[in-house]
């Protein structure tokens, strides 16, 4: 039997790397995913992919920095589907690397997309999971979330809070059986790593992308970076019935760098 089998789920910054490959596993697992990004031909063309392997997908292409269309996305995948089982908010933005003169619009943008858009989507998720008598609430930190991160103060700050907002909110819901976890990544070989390595106080230096990238690998302690399968295997295994006992959860997921 397929693990979310008649299921129904929701996965921002679902059109390339982490998230893609959540939606596209979910699919595969037996549910019904919708499948939100700006990236308009991204997620046709994730669509694609999970309608060709026999899945089922609905595209919803929009800005969650619009408060609007964090809240509209929940509203028409249960529309679309009759109710809603499980919500992944991984949108994210690195922020600026600067403290001192900081871009004052990219700081509001990276709390936008890291902070506020997550709590406007949960407060639409949670009637519909209480309707279904429970369900799951996933989000995406960082292991800067768990541990300062001397390169990048701003995110980590953020993530941080998704962290306290998800351990906070585990116990406000635990009573309807809303299970609450976040997954905290260490260095996953998406383009994101590449904008943090791509820092000019971001070590390993003087490198090539690629190089800076496998670099990074290597200080973990497995000895190399992360691939977004393992993280979508691990956010299947966390809004899946296989968790059941789980809830306030923060998950590194970083081949040893927080041991």
């Known amino acids: 039997m397929q693990q ?7 996965v921002t910054a679902a ?3 982490m998230g893609r490959a959540g939606v596209e596993l979910f699919a595969r697992e037996g549910a019904a995913v919708a499948v ?3 990236d308009a031909d991204g997620v046709a063309a994730t669509c694609r992919a999970i ?3 026999g899945g089922t997908a609905l595209p919803l292409v929009g800005d969650l920095t619009d408060d609007g269309f964090s809240r509209e ?5 249960v529309s679309e589907y009759g109710g809603l089982d499980f919500f992944w908010g991984h949108a994210g933005h690195p922020g600026p690397a600067a ?4 871009d004052p619009a990219l700081f509001d943008l990276a709390i936008d997309l890291n902070l506020r858009t997550i709590v406007h989507s949960t407060a639409a998720a949670l009637p519909h999971l209480r309707r279904r008598g429970g369900g799951a609430l996933l989000y995406t930190a960082s292991t800067a979330g768990l541990a300062g991160s001397p390169h990048s103060p701003v995110y980590s700050m953020m993530k941080f809070g998704v962290v306290g907002w998800t351990r906070s909110l585990a116990k406000r819901v635990a009573p309807e059986g809303i299970r609450v976890n976040v997954i905290c990544p260490g260095g996953v070989d998406t383009p994101m790593l590449r904008t943090f390595l791509a820092r000019p106080d971001a070590p390993p230096r003087n490198m090539a992308a690629d190089e800076m990238v496998a670099a990074r690998g290597k200080l973990t302690p497995l000895g190399r970076n992360c691939r977004p399968e393992e993280i979508a295997a691990t956010a299947l ?3 899946s019935d296989a968790a059941s006992y789980i809830t306030g959860a923060a998950l ?5 760098m927080t041991a």
């Open 4 to 10: 979310l089998d008649g299921r129904v789920g929701i």
């Open 15 to 17: 059109a390339s790397g």
């Open 36 to 38: 939100v990004d700006i």
């Open 51 to 53: 309608e060709a392997a």
């Open 73 to 77: 996305i929940v509203e028409r995948t």
């Open 99 to 102: 403290v001192e003169g900081l």
């Open 237 to 239: 295994f966390l809004v």
């Open 252 to 256: 590194p997921v970083d081949g040893g």
